[in-house]
């Protein structure tokens, strides 16, 4: 098995992780992680809503899709 390299974003984490931090601060640092990515999430969503149209409506007619495979018994 060849063994993968590290990313970037991993390897700055290792250096930031080899120092000693509190609860406090690695808590404070998976938040701002989260809130990170979660912001790249939404601004991704907004453009998809622009670029595609969407719009409420569309989310009304995704909640009335069946998009379930149908199970049959054997």
Not at 28 to 38: E, Q, S
Not at 41 to 60: C, P, S
């Amino acid at each position: 098995m060849q063994a993968q390299k590290l990313t970037p974003l991993q390897l700055e984490l290792l250096k930031l992780f080899s120092h000693e931090i509190t609860n406090q601060q690695l808590a404070d640092i998976k938040n701002l992680l989260a809130n990170y990515f979660a912001q790249q999430a939404t601004q991704e969503m907004d453009r998809l809503w622009q670029e595609k149209g969407w719009n409420e409506g569309t989310m009304i007619e995704w909640t009335d899709e069946h998009l379930r495979t149908p199970y049959h018994s054997s």
